[in-house]
Structure formats: structure tokens, C-alpha cells
């Protein structure tokens, strides 16, 4: 049986009683990693292969909407019937999108594909926390947090590229089919430690939230119209955008913790830091590139350099908190917001037609490092403040906190373009959005100090 402690302590990720879990879940979130991240190359060429170029934005839009109605129900599978369910049908939907979009011949066929992908990507992340909760010890787990980052960071700095050449080599179909052997493998990996897992308890009926199915439905309708507002700016852009603010209100009230916005101590500060780290993070990512390209310049190749950079740094800072579980995870927390406030000051100098173009180097990987030391940090507190019952509703919490934060500021960065600025002359918009990040990197700080554990 998989075990959180032994008579020498608490273990290692590979050792006999994790090897098996570390494996498995690292192969399969590598996986989703890079058909998330490769598919953004090959989608150009498949899409006028498929006759679909109208609809060029909607494999990304089906995939998150339905990521997001997946981590929501598999929180509430999670925490009724525990993980195992969701761990075994969360990466067989996946394949499933896999072989669908891989083999598709029409472009409704490469979104149904698509929808499947999100779905089962989306059920397997809250999944995941889940059964490292259950299998690792409360000591490993930074380290088992920290692989888990590598597993994304990895893929992000080698999925597009290796997908540009299979697309381009050979075919594109094969950045999906491609990766359905070694989903078969990690499902397999998975099963073994599953089916010796010790029962858990479910939540007793009257503690569990209600109203959560339509809240699920309601937060990807809204993060589906929300997203397509912002990248499609016009007058009705404005209608189904305030709806899908509605919407996500709705769902935000029924499913985060009680006191979030308000960030109140404990679990809701945790979920908040979350949605404020991701959100100065992403929306910074999302325009450094276009502001290197237009300000200053610099050739799509060597604008996206300094993400590079960050992600190097995210995995190191990351590494390093994982060697290191005797550190206070709050105090971590916080000093991963000063980083990632001290990053975007320094790529704020990037900004302006004087500004210097370079500085966007050690800029983000101060904000890289500062997201490796902050957001493993926060996984692992939220962990060991939610009651077992409670895990996988706390961890779909946190994820819709990341990506209806990032949606909101994106698209407010998008309105600044347009209004301050525009895509060829992005100095003042980008100037004020980073002093904006900067003030949102510094209230977590501020909101994460002492007082929020006690």
C-alpha cells in the first residue's frame, strides 16, 4: 500500500512506497502539459487543413471551457467518493480527445476533440492534489510539488518546438496520437497504486456546498465568454462580457471558500493568493513579447527569450523549496509576491521607447523565480488546511481563482491596448498594466504576512 510515512521517516518520491504515484502522475501531467502547450504551433496548419479558419480561436476556448466544468465536478467526485474515480476517467477522456482530435476530418469533430482534452485535463489536476494528499507525506510534498511544476515547465519550453516539427515533418495528427501510448502507460502506472489506496470518507451529506453542478456550468459559460470578449473587442463584446462576469460571480460565490475576496485567514487568503499570483504572472507573460516586438523591435524568436529565462528560473526556485520542508510555506509565499513585485518593477523599464530592452532578462526571472518559490508554497498549504473531505473542492477553488484572476487581467490589459495604445504602439498601455501588476504583486505580500495564518 502506498504509505505517507515509514519507520525511517517520511520517504522519497521514488522510493518503493511512492515510485509507482511519482511516475505515473508526473507522465501524465507532463503529457497534458505538452499537448496544452504544443498545440498552440500546429494549430495554424490544421485548422486549414480542417477548412475551419473561422473558427481558428475555438479549439483553445472549448478546451479551457470545459477544463474549468471539469476541475469543478471532479472536486465534488473527489471529496464524495475520492480520487480514484476521477484519476482513472479524468486520463481516459483525455485519450479519448486525443484520438478524436488526432483522426478528426471536419473541424466540429477537432472540437469535440478538444472539449474531451479539456474535460479530462481538468478532472485530472484537482484529481492529482488529491492523491498526493493521500500518499505523500506532509514533508515531501514540496518536493512532489516541485516536480509537479517541472512537468509543466518542460513541456512549455519544448512543446512548441518539438510540435512545429512533427507538424511540419510529419503530420499533426501525431501531436495527439502521438501521445496516446504514453497516456495508456501512465493510466496503467496509476492503477496499481489506485487500487491500494485505503478507503476515505466522504463528506457527510449536509457539509457538502450546494448548488455546485450549476455553479460548474455557470463558471465555464462565464470564463468562455469572459476570455472571447476580451480577444474579440467590439460593442456586443461588451453584452456577453458583463454576462460572463455575472455568471462567474455566481459561481465564484457558490464555490470558493467563504470570506476569499475578503481575504479573511487561513484557507480563503490561500485561494486568493493564488488568483493574485497567477494574475500578475500571466498577464505580464501574455504582453512582454508583443511590447520586445513593437518598442523595441526584436524578431518573435528573440522576444520570447526572457520566457524562457522565466520558466528556467520558476523550476529552480521551485527545485529548491522542495529541498528545503522545514521552511515556513507562509513565509515563502510572501517572499515569492516581493520577488514577482521586484520582476515586473524591473520589466517595467522595458515599457517606455527609452526604456531598455534587456532588462526584461533578469526582469522575469526574478518574477519566474518568485512564481517557484510561491505557488508550490501555496499547493502545499492549501493542503494542509483543508479537512480531508474538503480537498477537492478547495482545490478546484484555487484553480478557478487562477484562471478567472488571469481572464480578468488579460482582458484588462487588452482594454488598456485599446484604449491607451495599440498593438503597434504598446509603450503606455503596457507602462500602466505593469504598474497595475506590480501594486497587485505587492497587496499579496501585504495580504500574506503574519496575520493570515493565524
Known amino acids: 500500500m502506498p504509505t505517507t510515512t515509514t519507520d525511517a521517516g517520511p520517504g522519497t518520491l521514488f522510493d518503493r512506497d511512492h515510485r509507482g504515484a511519482t511516475i505515473g502522475i508526473l507522465l501524465l501531467v507532463t503529457l497534458v502539459a505538452f499537448e496544452h502547450m504544443g498545440v498552440t504551433t500546429a494549430m495554424p496548419t490544421m485548422v486549414a487543413e480542417l477548412d475551419g479558419a473561422r473558427l481558428y480561436s475555438w479549439p483553445f476556448t472549448a478546451f479551457l471551457a470545459t477544463s474549468v466544468l471539469g476541475t469543478v465536478l471532479s472536486g465534488r467526485l473527489c471529496d464524495a467518493r475520492g480520487p480514484v474515480s476521477a484519476l482513472l476517467a479524468g486520463p481516459l477522456v483525455f485519450l479519448l480527445g486525443l484520438v478524436v482530435a488526432g483522426s478528426a476530418t471536419q473541424m466540429s469533430w477537432l472540437l469535440v476533440g478538444r472539449c474531451l482534452q479539456g474535460f479530462g485535463a481538468g478532472t485530472l489536476v484537482v484529481a492529482v492534489y488529491v492523491l498526493i494528499a493521500l500518499v505523500y507525506d506532509e514533508r515531501i510534498r514540496p ?45 496503467l502506472l496509476l492503477a496499481k497504486v489506485l487500487r491500494q489506496l485505503p478507503s476515505t470518507e466522504p463528506a457527510p451529506r ?46 465564484m460565490r457558490v464555490l470558493l471558500p467563504r470570506g476569499t475576496l475578503r481575504a479573511k485567514p487561513g484557507l480563503p487568503t490561500v485561494v486568493l493568493a493564488r488568483g493574485l499570483l497567477a494574475a500578475g504572472f500571466a498577464t505580464v507573460e501574455a504582453f512582454l513579447p508583443l511590447t520586445l516586438s513593437s518598442v523595441h523591435g526584436y524578431s518573435p524568436a528573440a522576444a520570447g527569450i526572457p520566457l524562457t529565462i522565466g520558466a528556467l528560473g520558476w523550476s529552480a526556485a521551485s527545485y529548491w523549496q522542495g529541498r528545503k520542508p522545514d521552511l515556513s510555506r507562509g513565509q515563502l509565499l510572501r517572499i515569492g509576491f516581493c520577488l514577482l513585485a521586484v520582476g515586473l518593477a524591473v520589466c517595467w523599464f522595458v515599457a517606455p ?13 526574478i518574477a519566474g523565480a518568485g512564481m517557484g518559490l510561491g505557488m508550490p508554497s501555496i499547493s502545499v498549504l492549501l493542503l494542509a488546511l483543508s479537512a480531508p473531505t474538503e480537498r477537492g473542492a478547495n482545490t478546484s477553488a484555487m484553480q478557478l481563482m487562477d484562471w478567472v484572476s488571469a481572464a480578468l487581467f488579460i482582458g484588462l490589459g487588452g482594454m488598456l491596448l485599446g484604449v491607451l495604445g495599440s498593438t503597434a504602439e504598446p509603450s503606455r498601455p503596457m507602462a500602466v498594466l505593469l504598474a497595475a501588476m506590480v501594486g497587485l504583486a505587492v497587496l499579496g505580500a501585504s495580504l500574506t504576512g503574519r496575520r493570515a495564518w493565524r
Open 353 to 365: 521607447v527609452w526604456g531598455i530592452a534587456w532588462l526584461a532578462i533578469p526582469g522575469w526571472l
Open 143 to 187: 518536493a512532489m510539488f516541485a516536480a509537479n511544476a517541472a512537468a509543466w515547465v518542460v513541456p512549455a519550453l519544448l512543446g512548441p518546438t518539438v510540435s512545429g516539427l512533427v507538424t511540419a515533418w510529419l503530420s499533426w495528427r501525431l501531436v495527439f496520437l502521438g501521445l496516446v501510448p504514453l497516456v495508456i502507460v501512465g493510466v
Open 206 to 251: 449536509e457539509q457538502r456546498r450546494k448548488h455546485v453542478v450549476p455553479a460548474a456550468f455557470a463558471a465555464a459559460i462565464g470564463v468562455t465568454a469572459l476570455t472571447w470578449a476580451t480577444q474579440h473587442p467590439s460593442t456586443g463584446a461588451l453584452v456577453y462580457g458583463a454576462v460572463g462576469v455575472g455568471l462567474l460571480a455566481f459561481a
